[in-house]
């Protein structure tokens, strides 16, 4: 079974741009979360989706948005692109997200910004 | 507000030797979950063993082992027989579900970085 997929695994933008960033989950998942990892900050959550629709969210800004499709993959954007979104950004399914069950995680996709 | 406090930046440990990792929490709900994720250099993070609140027993998954304690908010993580694999990360997390026990957000540490020495 495939695991979590994410895409791509590095990006390079500029300030004032806006990203998109891609999660496919483990087959069969339909819960989706999505986390930023900083040095300073460590692992903030910023959203999780499960059946197309946002369950839960986190104390970010609204340039951060995402969504899901009805394949269960999500994207997640970011608009207007600040020096402080560089980040590894990760993805997490579990099939239904019941706490019963544990995020399986992808190996994240690396945002620098210039 | 649940925050989670691991105190312990750095750590290093012989191959073959038992080391332990601190995690400390604060919350005032009952019913909460606690984990310890491994990130390797390779940077997928992946569950080394999860607690339940309610069940008074300490986790075990092969060589790793936590010491729950409820009450003093204390959740280490002692890793027996050290492997060179071992290399990584460690973050501490804690989880609210909610009233349907759903997943709610991981509240993470900031992380124990582990290194086994041969």
């Known amino acids: 079974k495939a695991g979590v997929t994410q895409t791509p695994r590095y990006l390079i933008k500029t300030r004032g741009q806006q990203v998109t960033l891609s999660c496919s989950p483990i087959s069969g998942h339909r819960s989706v979360s999505w986390y930023q990892q900083t040095p300073g900050q460590g692992l903030q959550f910023l959203f999780e989706y499960f059946s197309e629709t946002q369950r839960n969210k986190g104390n970010f800004p609204g340039r951060f948005s995402g969504r899901q499709f009805s394949n269960s993959r999500s994207e997640m954007n970011v608009s207007t692109l600040e020096l402080g979104d560089s980040a590894l950004y990760l993805c997490?399914?579990?099939?239904?997200?019941?706490?019963?069950?544990?995020?399986?995680f992808g190996d994240g996709t690396r945002l620098s910004i210039l | 507000a649940q925050t989670v406090t691991q105190s312990q930046p750095e750590m290093s440990v012989q191959e073959a030797e038992t080391v332990t990792l601190s995690c400390t929490y604060d919350t005032s709900e009952n019913n909460y979950y606690l984990f310890w994720y491994k990130q390797p250099p390779s940077r997928q993070m992946i569950l080394v063993i999860r607690?339940?609140?309610?069940k008074q027993q300490n986790a075990t998954e092969n060589r790793f082992s936590v010491n729950f304690q409820k009450a003093a908010k204390s959740f280490s993580l002692k890793i027996s027989d050290s492997q060179l694999g071992d290399t990584a990360m460690y973050f501490c997390a804690f989880m609210k579900p909610d009233e349907a026990g759903n997943n709610r957000k991981l509240i993470w540490g900031l992380g124990t970085s582990l290194a086994v020495n041969p």
């Open positions: 997490a399914s579990s099939a239904q997200g019941n706490s019963n069950q544990p995020q399986h």
């Open positions: 607690q339940e609140a309610y």
